[in-house]
């Protein structure tokens, strides 16, 4: 059974950070890339980061370039995204994802919201 749980997101003052992990299960976690996707109400599910499934390989939505890192540990089955800096407009529910061909898997999705 595929499983891609994230952690608790929660709430954070502005220029505040954060760490989500994103544990998976079920399928050959390395040989997958794996994302972090974000979404606001009535807006289109966003393309965060990605990383390759060696990890040498990292790309970014431009709005948290420089601020957010995207990294991996295959032999933990983890993917992390380290928020820094973080902005109001980074509230959204965040969701943890793995992509190989047509294949893809999805986690549940955790809040992060930004404010004071």
């Known amino acids: 059974q595929v499983q891609l749980v994230e952690s608790e997101g929660g709430l954070v003052q502005p220029g505040g950070s954060l760490r989500l992990s994103c544990a998976a299960s079920g399928f050959t976690f390395s040989t997958y890339t794996m994302s972090w996707y974000r979404q606001v109400p009535g807006k289109e599910r966003e393309l965060v980061a990605s990383?390759?499934?060696?990890?040498?390989?990292?790309s970014y939505t431009d709005s948290v370039k420089g601020r957010f890192t995207i990294s991996r540990d295959n032999a933990k089955n983890t993917v992390y995204l380290q928020m820094n800096s973080l902005k109001p407009e980074d509230t959204a529910v965040y969701y943890c994802?793995?992509?190989?061909?047509?294949?893809?898997?999805w986690g549940q999705g955790t809040q992060v919201t930004v404010s004071s």
């Open positions: 990383i390759s499934e060696a990890g040498g390989s990292t």
């Open positions: 994802a793995g992509s190989l061909g047509s294949y893809s898997y």
